[in-house]
Each structure stands twice: as C-alpha cells, then as structure tokens.
C-alpha cells in the first residue's frame, strides 16, 4: 500500500529541553526559519509522541532525540513493548522504573534516536495492546500489518530526524520480542540486527524465513512461566514454541554459522541477592558480522535484565524473578552499535 504523506502525521511534544515558547519567540524574532511543525522538532531533543496513519489507523508513538548527536546520521533503535503493555510504563514516567526507560538515557550518552511504537488492541473479553507476530489463531493478536507500521517509522526518522537507513535496530520483549523476530526475517533488507527478549520461536507460524543473514542477540530465562525455557505450551494458550536451544539453533542455521565454533562466557555475578546469573552462548566472526549470541538467564523468569528497573510484588508472582547483573538497554546497544546494513 502507499505510505501515508508526513503531512498527516500529528504531532505533540512529551519533553524537549526547550519550551514550545522558546521557538515560538525564536521565529518571531526571525533567528531560524518557521517550516512546518515536523521540520522544527527535528531540531528539537528530548522525548516526544507522535500518530501517523497506517492501514486507516492511527498508530502511536513516541521516540527521543539526544541533545548532543555524535553528528551526521543517527542509529535508529525501535524498541517493541510485550503484549497488554501501556506507553506510560515503556517509558518509565509512572511509579515503576522500567528496563525499556533505560534506552532514553542510553540514547542520550551514545548519540542515537529510539523510537517506542505502541501496538493495537486484538480481540477476546479483555483486549490488549500487541502485535502481529505471524502466530496464527492468538485472539489476542491484532490483524495489522505491523511490518508496515516498523516501515513507516523508519521513514519517518529517516525523513524528519536525520535517521540512517543503514543502521537501524529492533528489538523488543514478549509478544514485543515475537514480532521482533518477524522483522527480523521479514526486514533483511532494512535491518542491520535485532535483539528477541523472552520470546521463543513459534511451532506453527505464518513468517517467511529470513534471505539473508542477520545479527541477532536473544535472551532467555530459565525459570520463565509464560515461554517455557524448555519448549512446549505457552501460558494463556498463546501457542506452541520451540525451547530456547532449539531457538537459537535456527537462527544460528538462517545465518549460515553452524560451523562457527560457540564460546560460552559466565557473566560476573554482580548482584548475588537477585538469585540469578548470566551465561553467554556466543557465535559470530566478528563484531560486525552475522551473529547469534544468546544471554542465558538462569533463574529468571519472563522478564528483561535491569540493575534500575523494579517489580512490585504482584508482577514477581506472574512474571518470575528479573536478573540484576546487567542492563538490558546497554548489553544490547553494545551489541548494535558495530553493526551496520
């Protein structure tokens, strides 16, 4: 289908570190030209929410702009929430800290834009926000074509922000983490990596396998109570997966690394009191080349790894235990960042 004009996007700033008065005076006073409103947030940094129109449908957004880019074009990173997920809790502004906030302030120090898309609601009795990951017969899944919404995004920042095309990143978590993985073998001609959280790959689903090569960096809990470590039924009658070994076997097979001898590393145990520790199942040429490096969390549950995040009572009991020896954010951006398309 034909994408949207950038005319029709709608825009309204969350934070800037400057005032909508301050460019208003700044216009007035003819200091830099008054274009339209699109053409003045790129010069904006700081954190802001978008729609633009997909499908007939309004789609939401937010993305972050560091204050100080590195100069020239900037890293997109394009981070998928889990499935019932709301903005306010992906961007950290409620009660709880979040792993996803994390990327904001990543993205300030290391010079990069991250967008933070926000998926519609499926069906059932109680619908909630989520993606098209391609698993056939969820309810809970919308129909939209979320491929082409993650398209719209990376012309949106390539547009309007400077992005490159040549360096843009996805990952994402749960349901988040699923979709993940379509991208990532649907988008080989637009992706430089992804980074699957939490998520398995599906027994039965509608994706087309990847044509090219693509780094990719997973992360998996063994004590996870909705995507079993092991493989089998998820909970909630979200579907059949393969286990994590079984996971990361294919990917290593799409990326032509089965010959690529796997080094394992034991990440420090830095926080001993969160009952969890990381080891690293590692296979890549080199640090810009295809890959598939999987963070096995043993002891954790359905949950990202985060030093700052933190989980009420209530969530511990459905998610499981969160891993506290490494930021999910910044593992995964060390990972990203020496890849390019």
């Known amino acids: 289908m034909p994408r949207p004009s950038l005319l029709t996007l709608k825009t ?13 005076i700044l216009c007035l006073l003819g200091i830099f030209g008054c274009g339209t409103a699109a053409a003045q947030k790129a010069e904006s940094p700081g954190l802001h929410s978008e729609t633009l129109a997909v499908e007939s449908a309004e789609r939401e957004f937010s993305y972050y702009i560091p204050s100080e880019p590195t100069g020239g074009l900037l ?7 889990g499935h019932g997920d709301s903005m306010r809790h ?10 996803s906030s994390v990327w904001v302030d990543v993205a300030e120090r290391e010079g990069f834009m991250v967008m933070y898309p926000l998926g519609l609601k499926g069906g059932g009795r109680r619908p909630k926000t ?35 095309r040549s360096r843009v990143y996805v990952t994402g978590m749960s349901n988040g983490g699923h979709m993940t993985m379509r991208a990532g073998m649907e988008m080989t001609d637009a992706l430089a990596a992804i980074a699957p959280l939490v998520a398995l790959l599906p027994k039965t689903h509608d994706c087309k396998p990847p044509t ?3 780094a990719v960096l997973l992360m998996y809990g063994t004590d ?20 994590a070994r079984e996971t990361t076997m294919a990917w290593t097979a799409w990326n032509g690394l089965e010959n690529v001898k796997e080094t394992t590393v034991e990440l420090a145990d830095k926080n001993s009191a969160d009952g969890s520790t990381v080891v690293a199942h590692i ?25 700052v995040a933190q989980m009420g009572r209530l969530l511990r009991r459905i998610q499981g235990n969160r891993n506290q020896d490494i930021e999910m954010a910044e593992t995964i951006w060390a990972f990203f960042k020496t890849r390019s398309r």
């Not at 996870?224 to 286990?243: Q, W, Y």
């Open 90 to 99: 992906i961007l950290g502004t409620g009660r709880i800290k979040s792993a």
């Open 75 to 81: 890293p997109i990173v394009i981070y998928l929430h």
């Open 283 to 307: 296979r890549e040429t080199s640090p810009a080349g295809p890959a598939v490096i999987a963070y096995e969390m043993r002891g954790a549950g359905h949950t990202e790894p985060s030093k």
């Open 130 to 164: 989520g993606w098209n990951d391609c698993r056939p017969g969820l309810e809970g899944n919308p129909q939209s074509d979320d491929i082409a919404f993650i398209r719209h995004l990376i012309d949106y920042a390539v547009e309007q922000h400077n992005g490159d």
């Open 224 to 243: 996870d109570p909705l995507a079993p470590f092991e493989g089998g039924a998820m909970a909630g009658g979200r579907g059949e997966v393969f286990s």
């Open 212 to 214: 090219t090569p693509i």
């Open 12 to 24: 309204s700033p969350m934070r800037s570190f400057r005032s909508p008065a301050y460019f208003f």
